[in-house]
């Protein structure tokens, strides 16, 4: 069973998130800030991450960078999901994840399938 680490601070995103990647099969962990992100992360090895950028205690650019320090995260997929849609954003990010997805051009389903994709499942 694939283990996503969804990294959200949207309450009814991140269960939306949680409850429909559950229901694909995938092992579903789930952080609301990101140090606790961080943390679930660097000990529980997810096989992907969806990461918001904007987050309470630690934003995800820097967990990003973080993540890409430490062996198994240099190679781990991570698809960003986000509302910052502006280039300097963007260019920041693209650098060192797999996909750089805008919220509100995305519905679940097709993030679902992204992240099958992603997974080859």
Do not use: C
Not at 20 to 45: P, W
Not at 69 to 86: H, Q, R, Y
């Amino acid at each position: 069973m694939k283990k996503i680490l969804v990294i959200e601070d949207e309450p009814i995103l991140s269960k939306a998130l949680g409850d429909n990647l559950a229901q694909e099969g995938f092992d579903v962990l789930r952080a609301m800030d990101g140090e606790e992100g961080l943390k679930i992360a660097l000990e529980s090895h997810p096989d992907l991450i969806l990461l918001d950028i904007l987050l309470p205690k630690m934003d995800g650019l820097t967990i990003l960078d973080k993540i890409r320090e430490d062996a198994w995260g240099k190679t781990v997929p991570i698809i960003i999901l986000s509302n910052l849609s502006g280039p300097a954003y963007v260019a920041e990010a693209i650098e060192n994840v797999n996909e750089y997805l805008v919220k509100v051009d995305w519905k679940i389903e097709d993030i679902i399938k992204k992240i099958k994709e992603r997974l080859k499942v």
